[in-house]
């Protein structure tokens, strides 16, 4: 009986029972977004025949990514707003202004989003564009 625990089963395989048998495959990958909601979700969209498994763990974390990239960016523009919640204008300030992601959102209409504030040079007068033409020189 050597190699074998208390309860019969050997020692790998009663470790790998406790550890597996009840956790999730969100907390085993260390993902807060649900890898099983996922799975489900690939599989009724047909998108093939069969899905793997590790298939669906690798779009959560994708998903989980761009959510967190969005809502640090979100927040970071409704900090410098001096507000405490994130509002539409402020994951719109955030996309905008990385390029990345507006390259990935281009096509994205955020609602109630606004426009990203922009004033054309030759709108201004003389005397304020000699001021930003110096400001910039001088940066």
């Known amino acids: 009986m050597s190699g074998q625990g208390k309860n019969g089963k050997s020692k790998i395989a009663a470790k790998h029972s406790t550890a597996v048998k ?3 495959r969100s907390s085993r990958a260390g993902l807060q977004f649900p890898v099983g909601r996922i799975h ?11 899905i793997g498994s590790i298939a669906s763990v690798y ?14 960016l979100a927040g970071n523009a409704a900090r ?4 405490l919640r994130i509002a539409p204008r402020h994951v719109q300030l955030a996309v905008r202004n990385d390029e990345e992601l507006n390259k990935m959102l281009s096509n994205v209409i955020i609602s109630q ?18 001021k930003k033409l110096g400001a910039s020189l001088e940066i």
């Not at 779009?59 to 640090?72: F, G, K, M, R, S």
């Not at 410098?80 to 507000?83: M, P």
Request: aromatic share 2%; charged share 30%.
């Open 22 to 24: 009840g956790s999730t």
């Open 40 to 50: 489900r979700l690939m599989k009724k969209a047909n998108l093939a025949k069969r």
């Open 59 to 72: 779009l959560t974390a994708v998903l989980e990514y761009l959510a967190a990239e969005i809502l640090e």
């Open 80 to 83: 410098d707003n001096r507000k």
């Open 113 to 130: 989003g606004g426009v990203l504030p922009h004033i054309a040079p030759e709108l201004l007068h003389k005397s304020s564009r000699i």
